[in-house]
């Protein structure tokens, strides 16, 4: 008996010990959702249509842990709502609290542990809501400490919505955001998402993307998906964008599988149906695709042993 007992708890820890060595996978997003307002609504996109489209975006395509932008406080409780099973850090860039766009981060709560998080804004004080250097918005940064549950992998996340207009601004969150990374724990492994409001091609960008610290990961994926080149379709599915404003940079602990724009799209019926409830499955029905936010969202999964 004692040989089948000794045997049984060799097995046990040769399983745990393999269980420990498997690389953690998980996708990563990022999408901006679009601020909800009145005008968008008259035009035929107000949130409370468009939510439920993102939400199942979110679903299907299995993000595991994103980063939004432009989210206020009801939007985001809307999306937990869509979504059991989430949970989101941030806060509200105007108070610190619930006022204004966050740029939270979403994430399954089955699969990380929140070990730590807090917020700083992008601007020269960044303890508290005010405007940096040129930038013509308040500007702020969510960042969380996770663990993936299933391996113990400690990585940070931070999220952010770039400046739209302030060209110094852009360069200087960039040179904070490296920053702050390295005063992180050597080793530790680092995502970064967010609607960096710039291409590829532009000088905030190239500063993140050359630093040695971060990499696009666009760049590190072993496959790509790319229906449209770009990310701002301004709410026009016919729109062919083709600079990436939506960026995921990451650390090199990280491979990536892929990586992918989707351009994902609902439809929407004709005013001429709206009164017509007895349209036949078989029959055809008037209708336009719409986007369910402005930006696309993007979507990596990634490795990290």
Request: charged share 25%; proline share 4%.
């Amino acid at each position: 008996m004692k040989k089948i007992e000794y045997l049984l708890l060799f097995l046990m820890l040769l399983s745990a010990k393999v269980i420990a060595n498997q690389p953690a996978a998980f996708t990563v997003a990022t999408y901006n959702l679009r601020q909800a307002n009145h005008e968008d609504s008259v035009n035929g996109n107000g949130w409370g249509q468009r939510a439920p489209y993102i939400a199942k975006i979110a679903l299907f395509h299995g993000f595991d842990i994103f980063g939004t932008q432009e989210g206020f406080y009801g939007q985001l409780q809307d999306l937990k709502q869509l979504m059991p099973g989430y949970e989101y850090i941030g806060v509200g860039r105007d108070d610190g609290k619930k006022q204004g766009e966050h740029s939270a981060i979403f994430y399954r709560t089955d699969k990380f542990q929140v070990l730590d998080h807090g917020n700083f804004w992008l601007s020269e004080d960044q303890t508290k809501p005010n405007f940096g250097w040129d930038a013509v918005c308040i500007r702020i940064c969510t960042w969380g400490k996770f663990k993936e549950i299933g391996t113990g992998l400690t990585f940070v996340y931070f999220n952010l919505h770039m400046d739209h207009k302030g060209t110094k601004a852009r360069k200087e969150s960039a040179k904070l955001i490296l920053k702050k990374i390295q005063e992180m724990p050597k080793g530790m492994p680092v995502i970064l998402t967010g609607d960096f409001n710039v291409d590829q091609f532009s000088p905030s960008y190239q500063l993140l993307n050359t630093s040695n610290i971060l990499r696009d990961s666009y760049d590190k994926a072993a496959l790509t998906y790319e229906p449209v080149a770009g990310t701002f379709n301004g709410f026009n599915s016919n729109n062919s964008p083709i600079g990436r404003i939506d960026h995921i940079f990451l650390t090199n602990d990280f491979s990536v599988l892929k990586y992918g724009i989707l351009d994902d799209t609902y439809r929407a019926a004709n005013k001429e149906n709206e009164n017509n409830v007895h349209v036949k499955a078989i029959e055809k029905q008037k209708s336009e695709a719409r986007c369910p936010s402005d930006h696309f969202p993007v979507m990596i999964t990634v490795e990290v042993k």
